[in-house]
């Protein structure tokens, strides 16, 4: 009797034990997909995660811009100035603009000027000087009074010094004049380089794209000398000391046969 139940519940048996294996082994790859599939995300977002923490590179601050918010008249000031047209052709410069800056780079000094002439040609896309600028500006003279007392016994910085003294017709002593556009380290070949590419290359800062800023390019001359001081300022002394030595030469009698 036993042996006749067996037989008859073997079909079910057999079925539900088949049917068993295949849930199982369903499992058994389901269980092994979601591995996988966990991996996966894991590696995924193992890389995402790297990728996050790659910090982006900050930008590197503006070395022209003052690090003090002291605007006192220092020992050394730089001065940069803006030319504008006159003359009939307006090919003859005028002063339109000058600015003086301290030894950090804080503006004591910056005015429009009114040229003495008419002005013919504003230049605007160099100078940045526009015709409503010199509506209100100051008179020639009380600039250049203003400006040769602000400057007086002090370290002149700027760049080709020589066009701005002459637009505002005064003079420096040479042995108190630092000039970029002729300092020997910063000439290439023996010629002197744009204030521009001296400051792209010692400064690593962008210049004088599109209409000049007097302010700008003051601050980077005096950054430019600021930098090279040290150097700058034993070359001055080295080269004083052999003019003096020059001048107590005594020039040698000449022969009469």
């Avoid at 503006?62 to 002291?70: A, F, K, M, Y």
């Avoid at 003859?92 to 950090?104: D, E, I, P, Q």
């Avoid at 100078?127 to 400057?151: C, W, Y």
Wanted: proline share 5%; glycine share 4%; charged share 30%.
């Amino acid at each position: 009797m036993a042996t006749k139940l067996k037989k008859i519940l073997n079909p079910n048996w057999t079925q539900l034990q088949e049917r068993l294996k295949i849930n199982g082994s369903e499992n058994n790859f389901s269980k092994h997909s979601n591995k996988s599939n966990t991996e996966t995300s894991k590696s995924i977002l193992g890389k995402r995660k790297e990728r996050s923490n790659e910090e982006p590179q900050a930008p590197k601050p503006n070395p022209l811009i003052p690090i003090s918010s002291d605007c006192s008249l220092t020992d050394m000031v730089a001065m940069d100035c803006e030319m504008v047209g006159v003359s009939s052709l307006g090919n003859k410069s005028a002063l339109g603009r000058v600015t003086l800056v301290n030894k950090w780079g804080n503006v004591v000094y910056d005015e429009y000027v009114r040229p003495l002439e008419y002005v013919v040609d504003f230049r605007t896309e160099i100078s940045g000087i526009r015709p409503r600028d010199l509506k209100k500006a100051k008179d020639f003279n009380v600039v250049q009074k203003k400006v040769a007392e602000m400057v007086d016994g002090k370290i002149l910085v700027g760049h080709a010094l020589h066009n701005d003294l002459k637009a505002l017709l005064l003079t420096h002593p040479k042995k108190d004049i630092r000039d970029t556009a002729q300092y020997a380290p910063f000439l290439k070949e023996g010629r002197s380089r744009s204030l521009k590419n001296l400051a792209a290359e010692f400064l690593s800062v962008d210049i004088q794209n599109g209409e000049h800023c007097p302010v700008e390019d003051a601050r980077a001359a005096m950054m430019l000398y600021q930098r090279h001081r040290k150097q700058w300022e034993k070359s001055a002394k080295d080269f004083k000391r052999l003019k003096e030595k020059q001048k107590k030469r005594k020039p040698k009698k000449k022969k009469f046969t």
